[in-house]
């Protein structure tokens, strides 16, 4: 059970259901006066398209999270709560990497999109992904389409 105020963690990859997921937690925590935090998870990788990637590429890859987390925190302040934090993290999975972070953060609450043609609640929900869900730190929130 949720008690509130708590930390929320909403998790982004860009998408419109991921925003729809953002909006949904800022009312949240507007209603609760919690703290909002934003995390994008990137998968770890040494390739891109079959190629080892080039320095280069990492920084872009870099600053494309960057401004995925400045945009999704601008559209949060937009909608009426700020965001207490971002967190661009890296992973081999990222289900375990957004598990870890709301370990990290102590978060109650994490709020996710879920799409029906794929997405990140997919990817927790998978048989590997289901015990990441179980040992979450706190309860876990899905927005769907």
Known sequence: MVM??????????GTGLSRRALLTAVELCRATSSPL???????TSTV??????????RTATEEEGE???AREAAAAAEAGWEVAGTHLRHG??????????????????LVIGASRSG??????????????VRKASGSVLVVRD
């Open 4 to 13: 509130f105020p708590t930390t929320v963690l909403v998790a982004t990859d």
């Open 37 to 43: 935090h934003v995390v994008h998870a990137k998968v």
């Open 48 to 57: 891109l398209r079959g190629r080892p990637m080039t320095p280069q590429q």
């Open 67 to 69: 401004q995925l987390l």
């Open 92 to 109: 081999e999975r990222t289900d375990r990497v957004i598990a870890k972070v709301q370990e990290e953060l102590q978060a109650g609450l």
């Open 119 to 132: 997405s990140v609640v997919e990817r927790l929900l998978t048989p590997t992904g289901t015990g990441t």
